[in-house]
């Protein structure tokens, strides 16, 4: 019986612990949709201020996907430490 009990303790321990990780799991990922939906929006507009400066002479070709992944990539690990 006690070790029945003890079990029974044990689980709801780790249901629990199970449960609080989860939620940070989502919330991190909750994080990297929004620093990805950022980090597209910005790519936007470096893309058009470039498109911009191609019509007045500058040369500013649209990244590589490899750099673009790399740049989010980098965003990515700099919010993590921040947290």
Known sequence: MKREQDDLELGRE?????????????????????????????????????RADALIGASAPRPSARDRARALGW?????????
């Open 75 to 83: 965003r990515i690990n700099e919010e993590a430490r921040d947290e």
């Open 14 to 50: 780790l249901v629990s612990e199970a449960r609080r990780l989860l939620s940070e799991v989502e919330g991190l990922v909750a994080n990297i949709r929004e620093a990805k939906q950022e980090f597209e929006t910005a790519l936007d507009d470096a893309y058009a201020l470039g």
